[in-house]
């Protein structure tokens, strides 16, 4: 099975940067959709960010301007700038990717999270 592990996660301050990565333990040669979704204590899990084998990108409105995302099919990565950071993004944070993967074909994953604190 592939695996995804997110890393970046821990505390920063407001205003602060950090930056997300997703690692895949296979390579995908080809990307449908790669994403970034957030899930905050007592809330659903939400969208933050996707973007697509086009290179088409979608925002939550909370983030827009903020965050950036972007994806490296030769390295497998799928990162998350993350920028101007507000206490309400803070977060478990998990990656998705609906990608072709070696040998696999067409597949989707969900990577385990990683925490995201923002206080002062």
């Known amino acids: 099975q592939v695996q995804l592990v997110e890393s970046g996660g821990g505390l920063v301050q407001p205003g602060g940067s950090r930056r997300l990565s997703c690692a895949a333990s296979?390579?995908?040669?080809?990307?449908?959709?790669v994403a970034w979704y957030r899930q905050a204590p007592g809330k659903q899990r939400e969208l933050v960010a996707s973007i697509t084998n086009g290179g088409s990108t979608n925002y939550a409105d909370a983030v827009k301007g903020r965050f950036t995302i972007s994806r490296d099919n030769a390295k497998s990565t799928v990162d998350l700038q993350m920028n101007s950071l507000k206490p309400e993004d803070t977060a478990v944070y998990y990656c998705?990717?609906?990608?072709?993967?070696?040998?696999?074909?067409?597949?989707?994953?969900w990577g385990q999270g990683t925490q995201v604190t923002v206080s002062s």
């Open positions: 998705y990717t609906d990608a072709t993967y070696y040998s696999r074909g067409r597949r989707t994953y």
């Open positions: 296979e390579t995908f040669t080809s990307i449908y959709v």
